[in-house]
């Protein structure tokens, strides 16, 4: 699975380090309006810090299979 590293941000690529800077400049109030969009999938994305486990990169706020950046089905 490949991580997405960046995204559409009101018709512009940016990467996640640039999404996490401003969604973390945003108040909360206004962090629900921010648009970023899988730039693959045209869908709905929200940036994720880094971990100890993993890089910081865009999740799919609603899965999307059809796409390459979705997360894979974890089976428990």
Do not use: W
């Not at 690529?13 to 999938?41: M, N, Q, W």
């Not at 940036?47 to 390459?68: L, T, W």
């Amino acid at each position: 699975m490949a991580l997405a590293l960046q995204c559409k941000f009101f018709g512009h690529i940016i990467s996640v380090d640039k999404a996490l800077a401003v969604r973390d400049g945003a108040t909360p109030a206004h962090r629900h309006a921010l648009l970023f969009e899988c730039d693959k999938c045209g869908k709905p994305v929200r940036p994720r810090a880094a971990g100890d486990k993993h890089v910081a990169h865009f999740v799919h706020i609603r899965q999307n299979p059809e796409c390459c950046y979705a997360e894979p089905t974890r089976e428990y």
